[in-house]
């Protein structure tokens, strides 16, 4: 009997290319656990396939803008590495992307090869949301069933309150105050953007928006500076998004006379096209445009020393459970 345990990190996923990245939205939009279009299964690919068409080239000239491609699988497989360096033992680290490759069922494919008997299931998202960790367990659970494949599986449904996770955010965060002008936090305001979540998702009972709120509040306290807000950012579609909205908060800052700003993407672990292009391009150019003089985007955690410790708790602590 094969007795290593499987520590699957699952992510979003990005497209490796610019003619990667309509197929990729295709994937994303046919995500019911998303995006729920009227007659359901009926409609789900043709729409989805008609927003991905629409959407691939502004989508493009954001990928164009930081590289040609996503970054995310690189992050992801360092996270992956550092973790597997510090747990060691009976654990074998994989990663999982849910839109992009390696996709779920690659990845299925290759536990069920080597039989593993339990799989520990890390997305890489540290609130909880039926459209990110939620997604990526029915994804997984489908594919699961679909190849025959019946291992035990545990999901570490979300870890917002892990200390050295929490740690982690105020080191970066500390670190890169420090390369301001002038650093002192009465001197600065520090945004923390995460990425945004329709009202009506939340309002059907979906937690995200409490516990992005529990994170920022714990990490605020941690931090003990005067002038901070919370924001969300990366809304699509015509509907009402969780506010206030993070180019919202810019424009007010500016008008309020905010010379120094810096901005953390607190919903993101990995940095992507959301952090590189949407806060470190469009929304620099939003700020110095309306006067802000020094604007800062703090780098998500990456393989920050503390967070992949944070990471081996996490994974630990799983496998105590029955």
């Given amino acids: 009997m094969f007795e290593r345990t499987a520590v699957v990190l699952c992510n979003l996923g990005g497209p490796d290319s610019l003619d990667a990245v309509r197929p990729f939205l295709f994937n994303l939009f046919s995500d019911p656990d998303i995006f729920r ?8 690919r043709p729409l989805a ?18 590289g040609g491609k996503s970054p995310i699988l690189e992050y992801t497989r360092a996270q992956a590495e550092a973790l597997q360096r510090a747990i060691g033992g009976e654990f ?13 069922d690659e990845v299925v494919s290759k536990l069920k090869q080597r039989n593993y008997p339990r799989v520990i299931l890390v997305p890489l998202y540290p609130q909880y949301s039926r459209t990110t960790s939620g997604s990526s367990y029915n994804e997984f659970m489908r594919q699961c069933r679909r ?52 009202k009506k998702i939340v309002a059907e009972g979906d937690p995200y928006e409490q516990q992005v709120r ?10 003990g500076w005067p002038h901070t807000t919370l924001c969300y950012q990366s809304r699509v579609g015509p509907l009402e998004w969780l506010r206030p909205y993070t180019d919202d908060v ?38 110095r445009s309306r006067g802000i003089e020094h604007y800062r985007v703090v780098p998500a955690l990456n393989n920050h020393p503390r967070f992949i410790e944070a ?7 799983a496998a105590q459970r029955p």
């Avoid at 279009?37 to 789900?44: D, E, K, M």
């Avoid at 680290?93 to 779920?104: A, D, E, G, N, Q």
């Avoid at 993101?268 to 949407?278: I, K, P, R, Y």
């Fill in 214 to 223: 529990a994170t920022y509040d714990a990490v605020r306290a941690r931090l």
């Fill in 92 to 104: 074998d680290v994989h990663v999982c992307m849910r839109y992009w490759h390696p996709l779920t």
């Fill in 37 to 44: 279009f009227p007659l359901g299964s009926l409609t789900q």
């Fill in 147 to 198: 190849q025959d494949y019946q291992p035990s599986v545990t999901l570490i449904r979300q870890w917002y309150e892990q200390p050295d996770y929490q740690n982690a955010i105020v080191e970066t965060v500390r670190a890169e105050a420090n390369k301001l002008p002038d650093p002192d936090p009465a001197h600065f305001e520090l945004l923390f953007s995460a990425h945004g979540l329709p």
């Fill in 311 to 317: 990471l081996r708790s996490l994974v630990l602590d």
């Fill in 250 to 287: 810019v424009r007010e800052k500016a008008a309020a006379g905010v010379k120094q700003m810096l901005v953390y993407p607190i919903a993101f672990v990995s940095d992507h096209v959301e952090t590189l292009f949407e806060l470190g391009i469009t929304y620099a150019e939003l700020a």
């Fill in 49 to 66: 396939a008609l927003i991905a068409w629409r959407r691939a080239p502004e989508a493009a000239h954001g990928y164009a803008a930081i």
